[in-house]
Structure formats: structure tokens, C-alpha cells
């Protein structure tokens, strides 16, 4: 059993009372339909779980917002909606395995028609985001055999709702910084 206090916000009544109903309510289609900024407050309201070992499995995954791409109008739309038909994007998720308690691996999950792949494997560890310090599951794609571009990718998670991960990916920068690409979730309830 996770000793990390969940966020049990989604929906305010304006005077910042929250509900674990809006936490249980968050889906991938829930956050698909949110914001950037309301993403990032999101984020940085979440949790990561006591140990490793309970980010085990399989869940699926959604590509949720593009950073700049929501003032572009149509194009932010389209991609939203392409993101959502799960038969047809080709990114399906993440596997996540746990090598003790402190460390995991995992590797994508993509499909192209129907043709299943598994690529560029990370290993994971809690430490400081970048965003704003506090403690995250840093995926770390920097890993024999991974093409220098993927190696430059830098994910994190936290747990924004029972069993469901937000975090950006972004791209790694000279001493340690990082630019925000995209916003993505995993649903371990999902998958």
C-alpha cells in the first residue's frame, strides 16, 4: 500500500475544497480535454508512490498536449483527437518493471498497423523534477543502445489519481536543464 498522500483535487467548488471523487473521476480522456497550465498545476500537486515496486505492469498511455500547440488553433484539436483513437496512435503505453524498491526499468510500447514493438528502454529512480523540485519518477532513456536522440528525452511522473501518472517529457539541456515538450499519462487502471 502506497504512504504517499494522493491528490484528491480535480474539481474546485471555488473555494478550494477538494473531492477524492474528482481524484477517482481523472481519466485519460478527463486530462486529454485539459490545458497545458492546468496540467502543470496538476503535476505539481501529484505524488510519487513509497517505492518503485507499485509502478509495476503495463498501463496504457496517452500523448496529452503538445506544449505551444494549443494557441495554434485546429492543428492542437486534431492532434488531441488523433492522440485519443488508441487503434490508431501508434504510442500504446509503457511496461514498467521493478528491480527493488528504489529502482525499475521499462521500455515503450508501439504499434504501427499490426506490427508490436517494444523500444527504448529506461530505467527509473525518484529524484527532483525539474519543473519544480520536488520528488518524481525520473525515466531515464540514457541506456546502451538507445540512439543519442532518445537518450536526450527526459521524462517524469507523478501520481495525479489512483494508479493514474502524469508527466512532461522534455527535452535535456546543457547542466541539467531541460525544455518542456509534451504532456502524457499512463493509467495503470487501464491496462
Not at 517524469?156 to 531541460?178: D, I, N, Q, T
Request: with cysteine; aromatic share 10%.
Amino acid at each position: 500500500m502506497s504512504q504517499a498522500i494522493h491528490l484528491e483535487e480535480t474539481r474546485s467548488n471555488g473555494a478550494g475544497s477538494t473531492t477524492r471523487e474528482g481524484a477517482r473521476a481523472l481519466t485519460l480522456d478527463a486530462l486529454g480535454a485539459m490545458k497545458g497550465e492546468a496540467l502543470d498545476a496538476l503535476y505539481r500537486r501529484g505524488t510519487v508512490p513509497s517505492e518503485l515496486r507499485e509502478v509495476a505492469g503495463q498501463p496504457v498511455g496517452r500523448m496529452l498536449a503538445v506544449r505551444g500547440l494549443e494557441k495554434v488553433g485546429p492543428a492542437f484539436g486534431l492532434l488531441r483527437r488523433f492522440a485519443a483513437l488508441r487503434s490508431v496512435f501508434p504510442w500504446e503505453g509503457k511496461t514498467f518493471g521493478a528491480k527493488s524498491a528504489a529502482e525499475g526499468t521499462g521500455i515503450n510500447r508501439v504499434h504501427l498497423g499490426a506490427l508490436r514493438m517494444s523500444w527504448f528502454p529506461f530505467t527509473t529512480r525518484v529524484e527532483p523534477s525539474v519543473v519544480d523540485g520536488a520528488p518524481c519518477i525520473y525515466l531515464d532513456y540514457a541506456q546502451p543502445g538507445n540512439p543519442w536522440f532518445i537518450a536526450k528525452i527526459r521524462d517524469e511522473l507523478r501520481e495525479v489519481a489512483p494508479r493514474l501518472f502524469l508527466g512532461p517529457a522534455m527535452w535535456k539541456g546543457a547542466h541539467g536543464g531541460a525544455t518542456h515538450v509534451l504532456w502524457f499519462a499512463v493509467d495503470f487502471r487501464a491496462g
